[in-house]
């Protein structure tokens, strides 16, 4: 993998399931976009 920071969005309802999913991937040094439904994951996407 190189040394730039892999992006990664993750589309969720659940607030905590997010926060969860987030704290990991930063903690493996992902990039993390969030969403809470689909349609603001397209946006956020874009």
Known sequence: MSTAKQKI???DDEPDILELIEY????EGYQVFL???????I????
């Open 35 to 41: 969403a809470s439904n689909g349609q603001e994951g």
């Open 9 to 11: 969005l993750i589309v």
């Open 43 to 46: 946006s956020v996407a874009k």
């Open 24 to 27: 990991n991937l930063k903690k």
